[in-house]
């Protein structure tokens, strides 16, 4: 089960952290991912980070200004948004993938959870 949380309301240049909290399952052993999902567009990703925390990958539109990270301890994984901008605005989904590859591709991730929304005012 994996439980999105820290999306709220913040004014365009601000920051939001995202956390995902992952139980019942081995967190260390997946890809975990975070996507957003806009009104009326499809799905898509934000970034992606591996297992050990030691590889990373992002959407082009956010690099530079967000950082995904995980705490294996913890069961976690957070999304640290800077420079945030109205075009931001979306639900917020994290997901988690076994296969071991770093995959920006949403249908490829079998475990989701249930999304926070993130607006972002002009």
């Known amino acids: 089960q994996l439980q999105a949380s820290g999306g709220g309301l913040v004014q365009a240049g601000g920051s939001l952290r995202l956390s995902c909290a992952a139980s019942?399952?081995?967190?260390?052993?997946?890809?975990m991912g975070w996507f957003r999902q806009a009104p009326g567009k499809e799905r898509e990703f934000v970034a992606a980070?591996?297992?050990?925390?030691?590889?990373?990958k992002y959407k082009d539109s956010v690099k530079g200004r967000f950082t995904i990270s995980r705490d294996n301890a913890k069961n976690t994984v957070y999304l640290q948004m800077n420079s945030l901008k109205p075009e931001d605005t979306a639900v917020y989904y994290c997901?988690?993938?076994?296969?071991?590859?770093?995959?920006?591709?949403?249908?490829?991730?079998?475990?989701w959870g249930q999304g926070t929304l993130v607006t972002v005012s002009s």
């Open positions: 997901a988690a993938d076994d296969s071991g590859f770093l995959v920006d591709i949403p249908t490829l991730y079998p475990y």
């Open positions: 019942g399952r081995t967190f260390s052993g997946y890809t």
């Open positions: 980070i591996s297992r050990s925390g030691g590889l990373t």
